[in-house]
T-cell receptor, first 114, second 113 residues
Framework: ETGVTQTPRHLVMGMTNKKSLKCEQH?????MYWYKQSAKKPLELMFV???????ENNSVPSRFSPECPNSSHLFLHLHTLQPEDSALYLC?????????????FGPGTRLTVT | AQSVTQPDIHITVSEGASLELRCNYSYGATPYLFWYVQSPGQGLQLLLK??????LVQGIKGFEAEFKRSQSSFNLRKPSVHWSDAAEYVC???????????FGTGTRLQVFP
């Protein structure tokens, strides 16, 4: 596999479920990101990890919990979500942290909360 | 704080016609500027970027963009659109080396044969 992969591609979950989104990058990058993309809204940065350390938490509700066990993997653990959390969740990676580094995106996980 | 505006939500062009997608930003200094393309069910792919130097930037798939400081704009252009160019185009701005990217709301391009 090359680039940035995300699993699952689609997820439907109830408000009381617990699930996790997985992201893996095969590019040797040191920074990884979670974004939320809702219809007619710009991408919202959720979390940034640089060298496996969380460097940004963009006022995201605690029902979203990120985990970065190593520089190649990033998880987003979900629990007790709300219907408004339904969106496309995109993972990205870059050589370093910051806007001067090109970000490579995965295909996203389409999440539906029922 | 910096911001990005893409005034056109949806644009329709005929195949073979020229294309210009608008992007305006708000930032005091010279920002880092990016154009991404997003096909249905896919993530974002970088088309081109501007950091400094020549204000006309060439990208992939035959796209180019021009940075105009006086107009705070970074418009994306293509001389002849192909049906495969139908997608969502997203402009983004970064304020500095360690700052995060701010994304626009995107412009959906539809191409008619």
């Amino acid at each position: 596999e090359t680039g940035v992969t995300q699993t699952p591609r689609h997820l439907v979950m109830g408000m009381t479920n617990k699930k996790s989104l997985k992201c893996e990058q095969h590019l040797g990058h040191n920074a990884m990101y979670w974004y939320k993309q809702s219809a007619k809204k710009p991408l919202e940065l959720m979390f940034v990890y640089s060298l496996e350390e969380r460097v940004e938490n963009n006022s995201v509700p605690s029902r979203f919990s990120p985990e970065c066990p190593n520089s190649s993997h990033l998880f987003l653990h979900l629990h007790t979500l709300q219907p408004e959390d339904s969106a496309l969740y995109l993972c990205a990676s870059s050589h370093g942290q910051g806007s001067s580094y090109e970000q490579y995106f995965g295909p996203g996980t389409r999440l539906t909360v029922t | 704080a910096q911001s990005v505006t893409q005034p056109d939500i949806h644009i329709t062009v005929s195949e073979g016609a020229s294309l210009e997608l608008r992007c305006n930003y708000s930032y005091g200094a010279t920002p880092y500027l990016f154009w991404y393309v997003q096909s249905p069910g896919q993530g974002l792919q970088l088309l081109l970027k501007y950091f400094s130097g020549d204000t006309l930037v060439q990208g992939i798939k035959g796209f180019e963009a021009e940075f105009k400081r006086s107009q705070s704009s970074f418009n994306l252009r293509k001389p002849s659109v192909h049906w495969s160019d139908a997608a969502e185009y997203v402009c983004a701005v970064g304020a500095g080396r360690t700052d995060k990217l701010i994304f626009g709301t995107g412009t959906r391009l539809q191409v008619f044969p």
